[in-house]
């Protein structure tokens, strides 16, 4: 298997999608085949959704935060904290699961794209109350509502059919501009997505247009794999750690 090489010119962005934690057995939306409790997942994970059935989406995302809570991180998760340890602040990891788990294993430069299982959030766009931390399973039948102005609560996660936030999406392409300004070598290597769902998808290209080496880790061969130069087929909590060449 080729490794790759982190030593101190290396500028190292890695994006992980849901397959990077499908070894921690939380299932990716392929797994589940797109569908829960024989519904599109869109159905309670999209802000029409949220409007239409508000009690069925918080039983959605109860039931993932107790099944997330009883998962643990696993190999992969491990390799990329040892990768920032030693990589410093030459290393940034961008994801876009919403499971917590790769700061349950440690990672701390870490840009969560789609939000956050445990952060909850008002739904008035115009309340001022900020997203709060909240482990909370809610009993089937019960929507939270927000203390400061009585609307609903809501999972403060990025739903089909909403926006990045900018500030992430500049935390990334600074990270990128940082390196190539460093005369750094950049790296950009995808774990675990199936890379369809943008901007996600567009990293890749960008990373190339810099100058970038770029590197793909994923269980399928997807379309997605023939834009990066690398691609090593495989789980990555076995790739992953074996992946890494630290100098
Ligand atoms: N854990 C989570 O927080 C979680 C779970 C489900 C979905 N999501 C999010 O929902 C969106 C779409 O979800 P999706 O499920 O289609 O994910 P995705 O589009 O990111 O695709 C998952 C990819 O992971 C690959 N894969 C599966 N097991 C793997 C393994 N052990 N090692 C390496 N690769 C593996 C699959 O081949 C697939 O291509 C994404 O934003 C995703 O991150 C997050
Ligand atoms: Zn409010």
Redesign the pocket.
Known sequence: METLLLDSKTWLLVLT???????SG??????LNGLWEGQPVESVASPEGFAKDPLRVWRFYSQRRAGAAEVSPNP?HTALVEWERHLGDRFLLAT????G?HRRAGSQRIVEM?GN?FTTRCSNVDCKRAPFPDTTVYPDGTVPGCKDCGSLLRPHIVWFGEYLDPVDLETIQGFAQRAVKAGGRLVFLA???????YPASGMVDQARAMGGETWL????T?ESALRFKHFIQ????EVLPKLGRLV
């Open positions: 999608g849901a397959g990077v934690s499908a070894e939380v299932p990716t939306f392929r797994g992969g876009q699961n919403v499971d788990l789609h299982l774990a675990g997505t199936s890379g369809v769902v880790v994923n269980l399928e997807t495989g789980k990555s909590g």
